[in-house]
């Protein structure tokens, strides 16, 4: 069946790169479009960017400077790189599958704390 | 960016009862191919978002009649009718007309 895991350091102190990795199994990365999105703590849902099935990326414009999406197919996985990340950057992140502009599957979530 | 305006930030309602939630969005999300690339969302407490309506009025799999969509243009509404404890939850529109994709700051459903 269809599932995501996303993976990643639960600390991260400010101003460093941040890194997260989406697992994904039934389903090849390939043919699907993969996703980022995070979510503050008690607050609503950021699109953060995609790496769709070609290989191509599209990139929040808020966040483009910053973000690095890239994938291993070979292992089924999706990665994420947030450069210089400061307090505003803690929250839960999501990956999630697109079918056909759909979100119809998503990781539980991982959460992130940006603090020393 | 596309702003996603959404109405009310929270609603109590009664079992059985009826629920509607706003969606406005700063710019028309009706795409240059004529589809409108909008879209409803549940988030349980503690769990992931999950898909409820896709393109305006279309209840994704496993959604229950009782969840309903319409709208057009920048105008957009979800109505739950017959409201069980289940529905409990945010909810959030989503745009995916226009990049970045947008979504709304959430409606927190609570049941009395």
Known sequence: QVQLKESGPGLVQPSQTLSLTCTVSGFSLTTYNVHWVRQPPGKGLEWMGRMR????TSYNSALKSRLSISRDTS???VFLKVDSLQTDGTGTYYCTRENWELFDFWGQGVMVTVSS | DVVM???PVSLSVNLGGQ???SCRSSQSLVHSNGNTYFHW???KPGQSPQLLIYRVSHRFSGVPDRFSGSGSGTDFTLKITRVEPEDLGDYYCLQSTHFPLTFGSGTKLEIK
């Open chain 1, 53 to 56: 099935y070609n290989g191509d």
């Open chain 1, 75 to 77: 292992k089924n996985q």
């Open chain 2, 41 to 43: 969302y549940l988030q």
């Open chain 2, 19 to 21: 629920a509607s939630i």
């Open chain 2, 5 to 7: 305006t959404q109405t």
